[in-house]
T-cell receptor, first 112, second 113 residues
Framework: AQSVTQLGSHVSVSEGALVLLRCNYS??????LFWYVQYPNQGLQLLLK??????LVKGINGFEAEFKKSETSFHLTKPSAHMSDAAEYFC??????????FGKGTRLSVIA | DSGVTQTPKHLITATGQRVTLRCSPR?????VYWYQQSLDQGLQFLIQ???????AKGNILERFSAQQFPDLHSELNLSSLELGDSALYFC????????????FGNGTRLTVT
């Protein structure tokens, strides 16, 4: 069965600094990988999706993620953090005919 | 706006009671998923329906049941409620395959007292 591990339940960065949120996956077949963001009192929104077309995936709000098969990783990055990026971020995997499995989430705080 | 509507937004009830959560999927989406979000368990997949039929089952308790109606809206029924059932319940919908992105509603916050 597939699974996702997000390293760090809470990450804090200064405004303008690099954002790096880590995600490692486990899957017996080629996976589809997703990053979702959840703002307070809202549902999850899709940030980006990896579907094997390209290893570097660009998403909304300046975020991108790189698929590295050798490291079974799909880390999320943003060159310069903004206050509005403060939220909970979820990495998720689907492979084969099974529904989406989410990691436990990483809460991103941005300090002015 | 994801296009997925969940009602009610908040629900407060007592232990032992039964509640029904409702979800209207995004227009055109045939799949509906239910997830439970709690601090200790994170986001747990409960159940999926596709065009009225149950497609996949996750960590759903026997006290919980769901269905998808001909107009594609879905209901999640929670019975014999316990304090531990207090959580945020999300509905999501997608177009067709598991590889399609999920579109989430804003959730129903259930508090069992």
């Amino acid at each position: 069965a597939q699974s996702v591990t997000q390293l760090g339940s809470h990450v804090s960065v200064s405004e303008g600094a690099l954002v790096l949120l880590r995600c490692n996956y486990s899957s017996s077949v080629p996976p589809y990988l997703f990053w979702y963001v959840q703002y307070p009192n809202q549902g999850l929104q899709l940030l980006l999706k990896y579907t094997s077309a390209a290893t570097l995936v660009k998403g909304i709000n300046g975020f991108e993620a790189e698929f590295k098969k050798s490291e079974t990783s799909f880390h999320l990055t943003k060159p310069s953090a903004h206050m509005s990026d403060a939220a909970e971020y979820f990495c998720a995997v689907v492979s084969g005919n099974t529904p989406l499995v989410f990691g436990k989430g990483t809460r991103l705080s941005v300090i002015a | 706006d994801s296009g997925v509507t969940q009602t009610p937004k908040h629900l407060i009830t007592a232990t032992g009671q039964r509640v029904t959560l409702r979800c209207s999927p995004r227009s055109g989406d045939l799949s509906v998923y239910w997830y439970q979000q709690s601090l200790d368990q994170g986001l747990q997949f409960l159940i999926q329906y596709y065009n009225g039929e149950e497609r996949a089952k996750g960590n759903i308790l026997e006290r919980f049941s769901a269905q998808q109606f001909p107009d594609l809206h879905s209901e999640l029924n929670l019975s014999s409620l316990e304090l531990g059932d207090s959580a945020l319940y999300f509905c999501a919908s997608s177009a067709y395959t598991y590889q399609s992105p999920l579109h989430f509603g804003n959730g129903t916050r259930l508090t069992v007292t």
